[in-house]
């Protein structure tokens, strides 16, 4: 598709600045990555030759300290950081020359286990090791001092001379650092910027036309607190607000890595999880209730809803690292600590912390907790099955396949002890399991169900392991708590595994972290950055936050407002600073470059869910169902589901390529915040992808686009659906003239026009869910009549590529 090169120029030169490109080699999480990934590899392939524990050390190589792979052996350097390819330990592992394998004898490291190395290389080699002669010094009283575990106080408001300009406490203390260094905030945004901004940010979707006029022309005082209120009681709120939670709790619809003849690969009800969450937050759940349901559902009293069971999909939805339980329970316990607390637990798997005040013991005190849990052999039904024609011959075909599994079972009983290889047996077997997952999760006749954790029949504590080796135990770690953030009478854990007890300890107000954490993701999900930038990590590692007594304002508000998540949006989203303009300011961008104290509103980009629901939402065919089985993002009518992205089906060993082009949050790990880069592929995603051009089609043939009878209209029309504003006098012309430069391929019969109008007339709906209302109807042509892509459908997709579509101003 060509586009006049005149109009990409100027719709650039008017578009938004685009950001930065971050450096391929620096990405935050380092440390944990090295001490959950590698480190082990090297203790277990690496030292028995390559450390102090070698009887001769072979090739004159060492691994014990990254000095010590920078320095190399006989060969050279170990490792170039932030160069895979150039790096002899890379080499060695590859086993791409036969001459340099390591580990030798035919002990080559999983796929996994390579692919983890490159991507540490890649990542600048980060080594925490480095600092083991200090580890003495670690926990001085400065590291626990760290101001992230002092207890939370209750902050003045600071005072400030331009009273007018603050609408609440927020602005206080935004405005009191600016004047501090002799700065002001920006103008308020327009109404249009401020429409566009505030439903993106609640609802991840464009506002509609009407939807902006309405607000426009709404000159009452409480206009805008009403937009704020109507856009928290959508649907689309939870659908939205949830998919960050979802990237916290290293969502997916798979298992990642299993054994592949022992297991199945697929979580068939892990999608019960993400509605369990979508509800929470649009019933505005208190955070406090669900931290404890996520952790605990279970011990709570079972009422008459069964659907919070699926609140435990947080624990029990994580990798399965080919069923190494000890990775699993390291999963289970770094999700629960990054994801509420904003610490790095998981570093003292195998030696105290480097950093934090966290002993070794504290991490097995957590490990005792998840191996004092186990999973059902089946997952408990949420709902009751409907008696239908349908389920009765789902249960017929689940029954089958079952009986298959027993006839096979005993077959292998049978043969226990005799000869012969029992292989294509206990193959066929997990087949069947495989096969009845499938059906569970694409059957819609199956009832829902929930992942879940249960407290085992013997709760027990957990010993030590020495260096993180299982075979070497020391003393016994009791279930508790973490020492830095309990009282000095550290209460042991006698509830079952103590899951609940643990959940209790997480949401006690005397605990400084967890709703300092809570406020500070949300904070960076409005502003583009939280005030304290490391929203998983915030420990001694972390930077201090910009604006200290405001975190701890908002997690006081937060807690005494009973842990309500909207009253938070509310206040931050009322405030003067979240309104702001993003005027830029020569001066001020040389003083703060980064808008720590925001004196502007932050430009951000759209993540790929919301770029890509826009397309489909802009061009009228967004299904706005909320819930249900995950779906095929490139399977649907026009090739390709006209579903929230956020119903796509996340497979973890096999995630669309199109995903990691768009940053989206890796499914292994807790993302609190997702990497940011600008890459080709995705300017030829917006291109290229039928998705987009379908819907640029989709767009121009709507029947209140059709009917306009002049270009400047139909130009002010486009403006308005994709940028929610009114094109310029030389975007009108710039417009016209990219109309008058293209061919005229668009002419449609006098009688596919009253087709058309015969089905817009049938199929107009306006209360129809699936199109949310946003829907226009349709000119909908046989094979024969579908338009050529024409000078209008040309035009339109030249808008949705500019920067200003995917852009937040």
Known sequence: MKISSQL????????????????????????????NKIRPILVSSCYPCHSSQATKLKGGLSVEYRESLLKGGDNGAAIVPGNPDASLLIKAVRYGDPDLQMPPRGKKLSEEQIADLVTWVKMGAPDTRVLAKSANTVWSKERRDHWAFKPIKNPPIPEVQDTNWVANPVDSFILARLEKENMKPSPAADKRTLIRRATYDLTGLPPTPDEVQAFVDDHSPDAYPKLVDRLLATPEYGERWGRYWLDTARYADTKGDIKQNEDVPLFPYAWTYRDYVVRSFNEDKPFNRFVVEQIAADK?????????????????????FNDNK??????????????????????????????????????????????????????????????????????????????????????LKAKRGMKGDKKDIRK????????????????????????????????????????????????????????????????????????????????????????????????????????VTTPDDFGNQSDPPSHPELLDYLAITFMKEGWSIKKLHRLIMLSSTYQQSSANNPRYAQIDPQNRLLWRANIHRLEFEAVRDSVLAIGGQLDLTVGGRPVRLDLGEGGFSH??????????????????????????????????????????????NPLVVELSRKLVNQEDFDELKTEEARIKFLYERIFQRDPTDVEIKLGLNFIDESPDTEAISADARQKAKQQRQEKANPNNRKNGGRAMSMINLGPNQIRAIGKWTKYAHALLQTNEAIFIN
């Not at 719709?11 to 450096?23: D, E, H, N, Y």
């Not at 009293?301 to 399965?320: C, I, M, N, S």
């Open 643 to 688: 579903r929230r992205t956020l119903y796509g089906m996340i497979d973890r060993r096999n995630l669309p390529e199109l995903y990691s082009q768009f940053d989206f949050a890796n499914p292994d790990i807790t993302t609190g915040k997702r990497y940011e880069t600008t890459v080709p592929q995705q300017s030829l995603f917006m291109m290229n």
């Open 428 to 531: 066929d077997i997990n087949d069947y399991r495989r096969q009845i997952a499938r059906l569970e999760l694409t059957n819609m006749a199956a009832p829902a169900c929930a992942t879940v954790l249960y407290d085992s029949s013997k709760p027990h504590d957990s010993p030590v392991f020495i260096r993180g080796e299982a075979e070497n135990k020391g003393d016994m770690a009791p279930r508790r708590f973490l020492e830095i953030l309990s009282a000095p009478s550290r209460p042991v854990f006698a509830y079952g595994s103590g899951r609940l007890e643990l959940a209790n300890a997480i949401i006690s107000p005397y605990n400084p972290l967890t709703s300092r954490v809570l406020v500070n993701r949300v904070w960076l999900h409005h502003f583009g950055e939280g005030i």
């Open 300 to 320: 709570l009293a079972p009422g008459k809803d069964r659907e919070t069971l699926a609140a435990l999909g947080f624990l029990a939805l994580g990798p399965r």
């Open 8 to 35: 990409l120029t100027a719709l650039a030169g008017a578009a938004l600045a685009l950001p930065s490109v971050l450096r391929a080699d620096v990405k935050p999480g380092g440390n944990e990555f090295f001490e």
């Open 326 to 411: 000890n990775d699993i329970y390291n999963d289970r316990i770094d999700v629960v600590c990054k994801g509420f607390l904003g610490l790095t637990v998981t570093c003292a798997r195998c030696h105290d912390h480097k950093f934090d005040p966290i002993p070794q013991k504290d991490y097995y005190s957590l490990r005792g907790i998840f191996d004092s849990s186990v999973e059902p052999a089946e997952e408990p039904m949420i709902e009751a099955p409907k008696m239908t024609t349908e389920y009765t011959e789902f249960l017929h075909e689940r029954n089958t396949l079952n009986q298959e599994i027993a006839q096979d079972q005993m077959e």
